[in-house]
């Protein structure tokens, strides 16, 4: 083997180690590491894998609850939905490959998700996306969209697990970084959920899955970091998916997991074998000993450098009960999987690595997971926004117009190009998805009569306006949108997209939406119990909206009382649900209309949204209501209109009973929910509402095949539907690129 | 009545093919793994389910054709065993060379999912009798190769024989004549891009799809 070079201050940079953290490998060492011992610490130290500097605010999140089997610290988050059924959920960024190779990175983040949900036990039933994308004009743009879309749906289609949901955004502050935000949820049994501890003496270690190549190495460095002109050069650090060979690991790993073979078991995801290995070791408190020449190997002469750093795709690590080898070869033999016996546990508390009949890396792991740097970086509040008043907002003069735009914004316009691309049916379990363009997919559990719902939601320019109100929003706008379909909220997994921590103004941004999320989470005891965090989205020094994107999870214990957005019915009522004062500060009207972006954004009050969405379930519960949507982007019109869309019929709303009509129309109050009841239904339902101290109000009509409100908009929901449908497509088509 | 659905690696709705089945005849069908040698000899109707065995590469449904299980399934076939492919399922039976022609790309090159308008355009095969000739069902459609191509020798044939079970409505693909599924000349094979067995659920689907598994069921 080639003697490996000296340590050099300039490879400890290119490492992305500070020299501060050189320091300390070097104190915690008591010698020089060889570089495979720095390519591992450099990997483990990585933003990416320590979370170093956001560990400290993590920490502040409400992470335990009732139903809470476990929270954020292993593969993905487990709660309880009754009957011995659990399930097992997480989001995970993939974002800076997915902007050097879209298709690639967007494909590899859907595997990476899947593996660490059926690493746990659980098989997958669905999978969500949240994306952000740069300004529809953008050069880029198309071809990221393409690639994207294709790389989700080429990997999730193949696996057969359905894409049921999502949230895409269009934002000139992507135009450099776009997020590619993949969610999973898995269903386990609750007596057969597994964990990634490692445990025992001289238990054998296995690796199942694809060969190690060359593909991905440093890939956690790389989405540790900024980017500039010349990240193109690095496509290389991107990984290459097969979804074959997950499909196949999956029902191996599923059918090992019915035996009592496996011990403990992790995939291997960002820094691949160092990281599984050390992780697994760690947690357990036990050290581990890989012989890499066993290490299935797709090229010859790969070094232990880069077999420790390779990030190829579909490999696990797992810990195999002695005695059941044979049962665990037979199982991934009958997958035509790769597996080999690379290794054992020990009792050093190190990772010793053997290569050609030599020790090329021996070193104690507690440093590497749990004393790897946690900073507390510097963090300044975001400027306060004055607050708008409707009454000095410009109010337009042709609100068929505004419709129109606004309708066919990119935020706004129908993503059927995109989620035609999905297959959303397979599994046969899918009750509710993106078809219906409703609050939340809703999933049956195979075999009975309940089902989860499952939302991702998030708007960044909330956020960007107000940190701690915008990360409030985030949470809230999930737990409402659970609640529009009758189900009842249970906790949240979350993708924390940031730019540059180092910045304190970015610090800022970070820690004030943590704040916020925490005290909804808090507020709706509604719990975070997996997530990641993804800073450095920033080029040349321009960072991105601040996106932290949730997902939540919530139960319907009974598939006879849902609603979604479809059931609204000819000659139903039209009555919202919380108070509308007319709030356009960081709108979409103001975005689309008058090409602002200020004010600030819609306040959260949780105990309303808690008594108007407890409020809203009763009533699903009750059978009160035909259709529920909940009003966000674009307020009370926007609703309408895609509740008339859904339901296939007309609506026709009342005017506004004081302040301006924008303001009415389009405002963005929260807490808000449009239902459709019928006649009968109307009373009791505002006069309970009202008993109850809620605000509600009858605000039109369902009929005819119009959408109108009294002294503003008056057009076809024909018409209106192709302007909705037709801006994507208008858009992409043509540019297979 | 004994139903049997065959599994092949990244066969993905073999799961739902089963519950139809297991539906409509009040019975488990017979999980048969691709490397077996045999299909039972108490099988009265073969599925071949959809998904992406092998990953569709090579070609779909190229690689799954030379499965063990094949010959046994091509062999029994000939014999008359009533077998339908569904999606991944009509691509392998194409490769079989059990039902002419080939799915090729969608016209678009996208994949696409969608609910899609089919025509009975022949009720009189063991596969339609439960529907009236000419009247539209809905199934899901979910595959990226589903674009049906023959040469027009092969293609007046099948007009000219009736063995144009299904055609689309609105061709969301660009096969050839509309065709979204044949059957073979002895009329007890079949395949079809939809996904009938993904209509058999009013919470899932709708049930449009009950009619065709129920016509089998008639058949045997």
């Given at each position: 083997m080639a003697k490996l070079p000296d340590i050099t201050p300039e490879i400890v940079a290119e490492h992305g180690l500070s020299e501060d953290e050189y320091k300390v490998i070097l104190k915690r060492l008591g010698r020089e590491p060889n570089l495979n011992e720095l390519g591992i610490f450099s990997v483990m130290w990585s933003e990416h894998c320590s979370y170093k500097s956001s560990r400290r605010h993590l920490g502040k999140f409400l992470t335990t609850g009732d139903r809470v089997i476990q929270g954020p610290g292993e593969n993905a988050g487990v709660i309880d939905i009754d009957d011995g059924d659990c399930i097992i959920f997480k989001?995970?960024?993939?974002?800076?490959?997915?902007?050097?190779?879209?298709?690639?990175?967007?494909?590899?983040?859907?595997?990476?998700?899947?593996?660490?949900?059926?690493?746990?036990?659980?098989?997958?039933?669905?999978?969500?996306?949240?994306?952000?994308?740069?300004?529809?004009?953008?050069?880029?743009?198309?071809?990221?969209?393409?690639?994207?879309?294709?790389?989700?749906?080429?990997?999730?289609?193949?696996?057969?697990?359905?894409?049921?949901?999502?949230?895409?955004?269009?934002?000139k502050g992507y135009n450099g970084n776009i997020l590619v935000n993949a969610m999973c949820v898995g269903l386990a049994r609750t007596d057969n959920v597994f964990y990634s501890a490692a445990k025992g003496v001289g238990n054998p270690i296995f690796y199942?899955?694809?060969?190690?190549?060359?593909?991905?190495?440093?890939?956690?460095?790389?989405?540790?970091?900024?980017?500039?002109?010349?990240?193109?050069?690095?496509?290389?650090?991107?990984?290459?998916?097969?979804?074959?060979?997950?499909?196949?690991?999956?029902?191996?790993?599923?059918?090992?997991?019915?035996?009592?073979?496996?011990?403990?078991?992790?995939?291997?995801?960002?820094?691949?074998?160092?990281?599984?290995?050390?992780?697994?070791?760690?947690?357990?408190?036990?050290?581990?000993?890989?012989?890499?020449?066993?290490?299935?190997?797709?090229?010859?002469?790969?070094?232990?450098?880069?077999?420790?750093?390779?990030?190829?795709?579909?490999?696990?690590?797992?810990?195999?009960?002695?005695?059941k080898e044979q049962l665990?070869?037979?199982?991934?033999?009958?997958w035509e999987l790769d597996v080999a016996k690379i290794g054992v546990t020990t009792d050093t508390g190190n990772l010793v690595l053997n290569h050609k009949g030599k020790v090329v890396c021996d070193i104690p792991i507690s440093p590497l997971a749990d004393d790897a740097p946690n900073y507390d970086r510097p963090h300044v509040k975001s400027e306060p926004r004055p607050v708008l008043v409707a009454e000095d907002i410009h109010e337009t003069q042709d609100y068929n117009d505004a419709l129109v735009k606004i309708i066919q914004s990119p935020d706004i316009a129908s993503k059927r190009?995109?989620?035609?691309?999905?297959?959303?049916?397979?599994?046969?379990?899918?009750?509710?998805?993106?078809?219906?363009?409703?609050?939340?997919?809703?999933?049956?559990?195979?075999?009975?009569?309940?089902?989860?719902?499952?939302?991702?939601?998030?708007?960044?320019?909330?956020?960007?306006?107000?940190?701690?109100?915008?990360?409030?929003?985030?949470?809230?706008?999930?737990?409402?949108?659970?609640?529009c379909v009758g189900a009842d909220p249970i906790a949240i997994t979350d993708c924390l997209n940031f730019g540059n921590p180092e910045r304190p103004e970015i610090m800022g941004q970070f820690v004030g939406a943590i704040d916020g999320m925490n005290e909804a989470c808090r507020a709706f005891d509604y719990p975070v119990v997996s997530g990641n965090v993804s800073l450095y989205n920033e080029t040349n020094g321009e960072a991105i909206p601040p996106t932290p994107a949730v997902g939540g999870v919530g139960l319907i214990p009974n598939l006879d009382f849902f609603k979604t957005l479809k059931g609204a019915k000819d000659g139903d009522t039209l009555i919202l649900i919380g108070e509308t004062t007319g709030w356009l500060g960081a709108s979409l009207y103001l975005a689309e209309i008058l090409s602002r972006e200020d004010g600030a954004p819609p306040p959260v009050d949780l105990q309303k949204e808690k008594a108007n969405g407890d409020y809203i379930r009763k009533l699903i519960r009750n059978k009160r209501v035909n259709a529920v949507h909940d009003c966000s982007d674009g307020g009370l019109a926007?609703?309408?209109?895609?509740?008339?869309?859904?339901?296939?019929?007309?609506?026709?709303?009342?005017?506004?009973?004081?302040?301006?009509?924008?303001?009415?129309?389009?405002?963005?109050?929260?807490?808000?929910?449009?239902?459709?009841?019928?006649?009968?239904?109307?009373?009791?339902?505002?006069?309970?509402?009202?008993?109850?101290?809620?605000?509600?109000?009858?605000?039109?009509?369902?009929?005819?095949?119009?959408?109108?409100?009294?002294?503003?908009?008056?057009?076809?929901?024909?018409?209106?539907?192709?302007?909705?449908?037709?801006?994507?497509?208008?858009?992409?088509?043509?540019?297979?690129? | 009545m004994q139903t049997a659905v065959i599994v092949f690696p990244?066969?993905?709705?073999?799961?739902?093919?089963?519950?139809?089945?297991?539906?409509?005849?009040?019975?488990?069908?017979?999980?048969?793994?691709?490397?077996?040698?045999?299909?039972?000899?108490?099988?009265?109707f073969v599925c071949i389910p959809g998904g992406f065995s092998y990953g569709d590469y090579l070609r779909s449904g190229a690689m799954a054709s030379c499965s063990p299980i094949v010959a046994d399934l091509v062999e029994k076939a000939n014999k008359g065993l009533a077998v339908?492919?569904?999606?991944?399922?009509?691509?392998?039976?194409?490769?079989?060379?059990?039902?002419?022609?080939?799915?090729?790309?969608?016209?678009?090159?996208?994949?696409?999912?969608?609910?899609?308008?089919?025509?009975?355009?022949?009720?009189?095969?063991?596969?339609?009798?439960?529907?009236e000739a000419k009247s539209i069902v809905t199934y899901p459609v979910a595959h990226h190769d589903g674009s049906y191509f023959a040469d027009d020798?092969?293609?007046?044939?099948?007009?000219?024989?009736?063995?144009?079970?299904?055609?689309?409505?609105?061709?969301?693909?660009?096969?050839?004549?509309?065709?979204?599924?044949?059957v073979n000349e002895a009329g007890n094979v079949f395949g079809m891009m939809p996904h009938p067995e993904r209509a058999v659920d009013e919470l899932h689907g709708g049930t449009d799809g009950l009619g065709l598994f129920k016509s089998i069921i008639e058949s045997i």
């Open positions: 989001m995970e960024s993939h974002n800076h490959p997915s902007y050097i190779e879209p298709y690639q990175g967007a494909a590899t983040g859907v595997g990476g998700i899947m593996r660490d949900v059926f690493t746990m036990g659980a098989r997958p039933i669905a999978l969500m996306n949240a994306l952000r994308f740069g300004e529809p004009t953008h050069p880029k743009t198309k071809t990221l969209v393409n690639g994207v879309v294709a790389g989700i749906g080429g990997y999730g289609n193949c696996v057969g697990v359905p894409t049921v949901g999502g949230e895409t955004n269009f934002h199942v899955g694809s060969k190690t190549g060359r593909d991905g190495i440093h890939g956690a460095t790389m989405a540790s970091a900024e980017f500039d002109d010349d990240s193109d050069e690095k496509r290389p650090t991107v990984q290459v998916g097969d979804p074959f060979t997950e499909k196949l690991l999956i029902e191996a790993c599923l059918e090992l997991m019915a035996t009592d073979a496996i011990i403990a078991i992790q995939d291997m995801g960002a820094a691949g074998l160092t990281s599984s290995s050390i992780e697994m070791a760690d947690k357990g408190g036990v050290g581990i000993e890989l012989n890499l020449d066993d290490v299935p190997q797709r090229e010859e002469g790969m070094t232990p450098y880069e077999m420790m750093l390779s990030e190829s795709q579909e490999r696990m690590l797992m810990v195999i009960q002695p005695g665990a070869f037979d199982v991934f033999e009958k190009w995109i989620w035609e691309q999905y297959d959303r049916h397979v599994m046969s379990d899918t009750i509710d998805s993106s078809q219906s363009g409703g609050d939340a997919a809703i999933i049956r559990i195979h075999g009975t009569n309940k089902a989860v719902a499952i939302t991702t939601d998030c708007t960044p320019r909330y956020v960007q306006a107000d940190p701690y109100e915008g990360g409030k929003q985030c949470v809230a706008e999930t737990w409402r949108n659970l609640s926007i609703a309408a209109c895609e509740m008339a869309f859904a339901s296939n019929i007309g609506v026709s709303l009342q005017a506004a009973p004081d302040g301006p009509t924008h303001g009415w129309l389009f405002g963005e109050e929260q807490a808000r929910y449009l239902v459709s009841v019928e006649k009968n239904s109307v009373n009791p339902v505002v006069s309970t509402a009202l008993a109850k101290g809620l605000f509600a109000q009858v605000v039109g009509t369902v009929g005819g095949d119009r959408i109108q409100a009294a002294g503003a908009f008056d057009v076809t929901l024909a018409g209106l539907r192709q302007k909705h449908e037709e801006w994507l497509p208008n858009l992409l088509n043509g540019t297979d690129t | 990244a066969s993905n709705c073999d799961r739902d093919a089963a519950m139809a089945l297991e539906k409509v005849t009040g019975k488990a069908p017979k999980m048969i793994w691709h490397r077996d040698s045999e299909i039972p000899s108490d099988v009265d339908a492919g569904f999606c991944n399922g009509f691509q392998i039976l194409t490769e079989t060379g059990l039902l002419p022609g080939a799915l090729m790309r969608n016209k678009n090159l996208k994949f696409v999912c969608r609910p899609e308008r089919l025509v009975v355009n022949n009720a009189n095969t063991r596969y339609t009798s439960q529907y020798a092969v293609l007046n044939k099948l007009e000219k024989e009736g063995r144009i079970v299904f055609r689309y409505a609105d061709n969301p693909n660009g096969s050839l004549r509309d065709i979204a599924g044949i």
